[in-house]
């Protein structure tokens, strides 16, 4: 019995190690890079799509709090000036804070629903309902 114990451990130890995120949320990172006078970011449905969000709000929001024009073309937006990454990913973060993750348990299982007048946001995980600005 204290041979197989052995032959355990050493299999254990030959094997890789998994990595395992405590986060089944990773905030998404734009990937894209400046060509001419514009910064093209080429992540940008996979952006969307990871936040479970309408596009045209998603691309509202990220145009108004850039001051910048832009377009989508296809899975990625053309922003009409150079806009550093940091600055991108810092309203990416804010649009997650706002309209993504839920102000009580800040999981992401959250929709937007309009009530009356209100844009509400409610979590799918804890049943919260919080209302979010509308003003984009």
Do not use: W
Not at 12 to 40: C, D, Y
Not at 44 to 73: C, M, W
């Amino acid at each position: 019995m204290d041979s197989y114990e052995k032959l355990l451990e050493k299999a254990k130890s030959s094997l890789p190690e998994i990595k395992q995120s405590s986060e089944r949320f990773e905030m998404p990172k734009a990937v894209g890079h400046v060509q001419g006078n514009k910064t093209i970011i080429s992540n940008f449905s996979a952006i969307v799509k990871t936040f479970n969000r309408d596009q045209s709000h998603f691309l509202k929001y990220l145009l108004r709090e850039l001051a910048s024009p832009g377009n989508v073309d296809g899975p990625r937006l053309i922003l009409g000036r150079k806009i550093s990454s940091g600055l991108i990913n810092d309203k990416i973060e804010e649009y997650a804070r706002e309209f993504v993750l839920c102000h009580v348990c800040r999981k992401p299982d959250t929709i937007l629903k309009k009530e009356e007048r209100i844009t509400m946001m409610k979590c799918s995980a804890c049943g919260a309902k919080s209302p979010v600005r509308t003003k984009i």
